[in-house]
């Protein structure tokens, strides 16, 4: 079908540029077909089938626990929801009150304390929140670095830092990560330097 490996993931395969480029993604026994139009979707589609047994889901809406939404200007928001209102209950934290940022200023210096009694628990909500910024929630990236740092030896201000991450993300349960449909050639950014 004349796809190319990708150098950087071994599960993505491309071809061709612009109008004609076309995507796959694979995973096991999931495939993402990714193209201009729904027209070169189908047609990959049918390429594939020709060759092996394979089952059409339609238009995405999950991919390996993200969900997936399209919007109007064909843009795709990734999102966690039920990942995330699994781990607030894992930490018994569905009903807690939710807080604007995920981390506060000047942690670092106030997480060197006394041990918290259970390691395996912050190993493993650190965990979750690894796979969430991979995958869907990018904003979490500097809290969970910080927080990564003890994961061997867990203190109680870190736990509780942990813990304000997750109230931060029970309110903000439907954000996601957004990928356009067309390119911005505009970067924007955003500091706040004190």
Request: with cysteine; net charge neutral.
């Amino acid at each position: 079908m004349g796809f190319s490996k990708s150098i950087a993931d071994p599960c993505l395969y491309t071809k061709g540029s612009g109008k004609d480029y076309k995507a796959l993604i694979l995973f096991v026994d999931d495939i993402l077909i990714s193209c201009y139009s729904d027209a070169e979707v189908q047609k990959v589609a049918q390429q594939l089938a020709s060759k092996y047994n394979l089952k059409s889901l339609g238009p995405v809406k999950n991919y390996l626990r993200v969900e997936v939404k399209q919007t109007e200007d064909r843009s795709f928001l990734l999102s966690q929801k039920q990942k995330i209102e699994m781990l607030l209950e894992q930490c018994e934290m569905q009903d807690c009150k939710p807080v604007k940022s995920p981390i506060e200023l000047n942690i670092q210096s106030t997480l060197q304390s006394e041990c918290f009694s259970n390691p395996d628990l912050y190993r493993s909500v650190v965990r979750m929140l690894l796979y969430l910024v991979n995958w869907s929630r990018p904003d979490l990236s500097a809290s969970v670095a910080i927080l990564s740092k003890f994961v061997a030896k867990p203190t109680i201000p870190a736990w509780n830092a942990l813990k304000r991450v997750l109230r931060y993300l029970k309110g903000t349960l439907e954000h996601g990560l957004s990928l356009s449909a067309e390119p911005d050639e505009d970067l924007l950014c955003y500091v706040d330097s004190d």
